[in-house]
Protein backbone atom coordinates (compact mmCIF):
# COMPACT_ATOMS: atom_id res chain seq x y z
CA UNK A 1 0.00 0.00 0.00
CA UNK A 2 1.27 3.28 -0.87
CA UNK A 3 1.80 6.33 1.87
CA UNK A 4 -0.90 8.57 0.34
CA UNK A 5 -2.89 5.43 -0.27
CA UNK A 6 -3.37 4.85 3.52
CA UNK A 7 -3.61 8.05 4.38
CA UNK A 8 -6.24 8.43 2.54
CA UNK A 9 -8.20 5.27 4.23
CA UNK A 10 -7.39 6.35 7.73
CA UNK A 11 -8.46 9.85 6.72
CA UNK A 12 -12.45 8.15 6.52
CA UNK A 13 -12.33 6.53 9.93
CA UNK A 14 -14.35 7.89 12.50
CA UNK A 15 -13.02 9.47 15.34
CA UNK A 16 -14.55 10.39 18.89
CA UNK A 17 -18.03 10.71 19.44
CA UNK A 18 -16.82 12.94 22.87
CA UNK A 19 -13.54 13.13 23.31
CA UNK A 20 -11.59 13.44 27.01
CA UNK A 21 -10.04 16.70 27.80
CA UNK A 22 -8.74 15.23 30.71
CA UNK A 23 -7.01 12.36 28.69
CA UNK A 24 -6.40 14.36 26.09
CA UNK A 25 -8.42 12.20 23.60
CA UNK A 26 -6.96 13.87 20.13
CA UNK A 27 -7.51 11.78 17.10
CA UNK A 28 -4.23 11.03 15.19
CA UNK A 29 -4.11 12.70 11.96
CA UNK A 30 -4.37 10.60 9.14
CA UNK A 31 -0.88 11.79 7.26
CA UNK A 32 0.93 11.52 10.78
CA UNK A 33 -0.16 7.78 11.43
CA UNK A 34 1.18 7.42 7.71
CA UNK A 35 4.67 8.76 8.67
CA UNK A 36 4.89 6.63 11.62
CA UNK A 37 3.89 2.94 10.07
CA UNK A 38 6.31 4.23 6.81
CA UNK A 39 9.10 5.09 8.75
CA UNK A 40 7.95 2.06 11.34
CA UNK A 41 7.84 -0.20 7.95
CA UNK A 42 11.08 1.21 6.29
CA UNK A 43 13.08 -0.09 9.51
CA UNK A 44 11.29 -3.60 9.16
CA UNK A 45 9.42 -3.13 12.39
CA UNK A 46 5.80 -3.74 11.56
CA UNK A 47 6.08 -7.64 12.84
CA UNK A 48 3.96 -7.56 15.93
CA UNK A 49 2.66 -4.41 16.86
CA UNK A 50 0.75 -2.53 19.89
CA UNK A 51 -0.35 0.66 19.79
CA UNK A 52 -1.18 2.03 23.33
CA UNK A 53 -3.94 4.36 23.86
CA UNK A 54 -5.06 3.49 20.53
CA UNK A 55 -7.90 6.02 20.81
CA UNK A 56 -10.46 5.15 17.88
CA UNK A 57 -8.03 2.86 15.94
CA UNK A 58 -6.26 4.94 13.39
CA UNK A 59 -2.33 3.78 14.47
CA UNK A 60 -3.54 0.01 15.08
CA UNK A 61 -5.87 -0.16 12.12
CA UNK A 62 -3.22 1.49 9.49
CA UNK A 63 -0.31 -0.95 10.66
CA UNK A 64 -3.06 -3.87 10.18
CA UNK A 65 -3.65 -2.75 6.66
CA UNK A 66 0.28 -2.87 6.22
CA UNK A 67 0.49 -6.63 7.13
CA UNK A 68 1.20 -5.88 10.87
CA UNK A 69 -0.10 -8.46 13.98
CA UNK A 70 -1.45 -5.91 15.81
CA UNK A 71 -2.87 -5.17 19.32
CA UNK A 72 -5.07 -2.22 20.12
CA UNK A 73 -4.93 -0.91 24.14
CA UNK A 74 -7.54 1.55 25.32
CA UNK A 75 -9.43 1.95 28.63
CA UNK A 76 -11.62 4.44 27.10
CA UNK A 77 -14.68 1.84 26.49
CA UNK A 78 -16.53 3.97 23.57
CA UNK A 79 -13.35 4.99 21.75
CA UNK A 80 -13.00 1.17 21.72
CA UNK A 81 -16.04 0.32 20.59
CA UNK A 82 -15.47 3.19 17.72
CA UNK A 83 -12.12 1.52 17.26
CA UNK A 84 -13.44 -1.94 16.88
CA UNK A 85 -16.62 -0.62 14.33
CA UNK A 86 -13.70 1.03 12.33
CA UNK A 87 -11.40 -2.04 11.79
CA UNK A 88 -14.87 -3.99 10.47
CA UNK A 89 -15.61 -1.89 8.20
CA UNK A 90 -12.25 -2.28 6.59
CA UNK A 91 -12.29 -5.52 7.33
CA UNK A 92 -9.03 -5.89 9.22
CA UNK A 93 -8.20 -8.19 11.99
CA UNK A 94 -7.07 -6.10 15.14
CA UNK A 95 -6.83 -7.65 18.91
CA UNK A 96 -8.30 -4.65 20.79
CA UNK A 97 -7.80 -5.26 24.35
CA UNK A 98 -9.60 -3.09 27.12
CA UNK A 99 -6.81 -2.19 29.55
CA UNK A 100 -4.92 0.58 31.66
CA UNK A 101 -1.49 0.66 30.06
CA UNK A 102 0.05 0.96 33.40
CA UNK A 103 -0.90 -2.41 34.14
CA UNK A 104 -0.66 -3.97 31.21
CA UNK A 105 1.51 -7.29 30.41
CA UNK A 106 1.75 -8.47 26.76
CA UNK A 107 4.78 -10.42 25.64
CA UNK A 108 5.84 -10.84 21.78
CA UNK A 109 5.78 -7.30 20.58
CA UNK A 110 8.34 -6.90 18.82
CA UNK A 111 7.09 -3.00 18.21
CA UNK A 112 5.02 -0.23 19.91
CA UNK A 113 3.23 2.47 18.07
CA UNK A 114 1.50 5.10 19.88
CA UNK A 115 0.11 8.83 20.17
CA UNK A 116 0.39 9.42 23.90
CA UNK A 117 -0.93 12.01 26.03
CA UNK A 118 1.76 14.67 26.11
CA UNK A 119 0.79 15.91 29.78
CA UNK A 120 -0.71 19.08 29.30
CA UNK A 121 -2.98 18.54 31.75
CA UNK A 122 -2.32 18.38 35.38
CA UNK A 123 -4.49 15.57 36.56
CA UNK A 124 -3.00 13.39 33.14
CA UNK A 125 0.27 11.63 33.86
CA UNK A 126 0.84 12.29 30.47
CA UNK A 127 3.54 10.06 28.59
CA UNK A 128 5.53 8.85 31.35
CA UNK A 129 3.25 5.94 31.80
CA UNK A 130 3.26 5.24 27.95
CA UNK A 131 6.43 5.10 27.51
CA UNK A 132 7.68 3.06 30.91
CA UNK A 133 4.86 0.60 29.65
CA UNK A 134 6.49 0.55 25.73
CA UNK A 135 9.77 -0.07 27.75
CA UNK A 136 8.64 -3.19 29.02
CA UNK A 137 7.08 -4.66 26.38
CA UNK A 138 8.51 -4.06 23.02
CA UNK A 139 11.98 -3.52 21.56
CA UNK A 140 11.33 -0.75 19.35
CA UNK A 141 8.97 2.40 20.24
CA UNK A 142 7.61 4.49 17.53
CA UNK A 143 6.07 7.44 19.50
CA UNK A 144 5.02 10.77 19.02
CA UNK A 145 5.66 14.21 21.46
CA UNK A 146 5.46 17.77 22.12
CA UNK A 147 8.29 19.80 20.14
CA UNK A 148 11.13 19.70 22.44
CA UNK A 149 10.63 16.43 24.76
CA UNK A 150 13.84 15.56 23.75
CA UNK A 151 16.27 16.01 27.09
CA UNK A 152 13.28 14.11 28.76
CA UNK A 153 12.74 11.67 26.32
CA UNK A 154 16.65 10.76 26.17
CA UNK A 155 17.06 10.87 30.34
CA UNK A 156 13.39 9.33 30.75
CA UNK A 157 14.13 6.24 28.51
CA UNK A 158 18.13 5.54 29.47
CA UNK A 159 19.51 3.30 29.38
CA UNK A 160 17.51 2.36 26.09
CA UNK A 161 18.06 4.47 22.81
CA UNK A 162 16.66 7.58 20.89
CA UNK A 163 17.71 6.10 17.55
CA UNK A 164 15.80 8.92 15.15
CA UNK A 165 14.12 11.58 15.77
CA UNK A 166 11.75 13.96 13.24
CA UNK A 167 9.88 16.89 13.65
CA UNK A 168 6.65 16.37 11.63
CA UNK A 169 3.45 18.98 11.44
CA UNK A 170 0.77 17.23 13.08
CA UNK A 171 -3.20 19.08 12.27
CA UNK A 172 -5.22 19.27 15.20
CA UNK A 173 -8.59 19.80 14.50
CA UNK A 174 -11.24 21.56 16.38
CA UNK A 175 -12.53 19.20 18.99
CA UNK A 176 -13.48 21.16 21.91
CA UNK A 177 -15.16 24.61 22.85
CA UNK A 178 -12.44 26.47 23.40
CA UNK A 179 -10.78 25.75 20.16
CA UNK A 180 -10.63 28.86 18.48
CA UNK A 181 -9.69 27.34 14.51
CA UNK A 182 -10.87 24.33 12.53
CA UNK A 183 -7.49 23.35 12.35
CA UNK A 184 -4.38 24.69 14.10
CA UNK A 185 -1.10 22.69 13.04
CA UNK A 186 1.35 22.34 15.66
CA UNK A 187 5.14 20.66 15.33
CA UNK A 188 5.17 17.39 17.02
CA UNK A 189 8.43 14.84 17.52
CA UNK A 190 8.55 11.41 16.00
CA UNK A 191 10.81 9.23 18.12
CA UNK A 192 12.36 6.11 16.87
CA UNK A 193 13.77 4.09 20.68
CA UNK A 194 15.14 1.17 20.70
CA UNK A 195 14.91 -0.97 23.69
CA UNK A 196 17.90 -3.50 25.18
CA UNK A 197 15.87 -6.12 27.09
CA UNK A 198 17.78 -8.33 29.44
Same mark, same amino acid.
Not at 11 to 27: C, V
Not at 49 to 54: F, H, I, P, S, W
Given at each position: ????????? &?? !???????? %????? =??????????? $??????????????? *??????? @??????? $???? !?? @????? *???? $?????????? &?? @???????????? &???????????? /?? #??? =?????? *? !???? %??? =????????? &??????????????? /??????????? #?????? #?? #???????????? $?????? =???
Amino acid at each position: MKKKQLEMT &LE !RLEGFSEP %SFIRE =QYATPASVAAE $LLFLAALRNDLGTVC *DLGCGTG @VLAIGAA $LMGA !RT @VGVEI *DKDA $LATARKNAEN &LG @VDVDFIRADVRK &LELEGIDTVIMN /PP #FGA =QKASEG *D !RAFL %STA =QRIARNIYT &LHNRGSHDFIKKYIF /PNVVQEVYCIP #FPLKRC #FE #FHSKDIKVIEVE $LYRITC =QHS
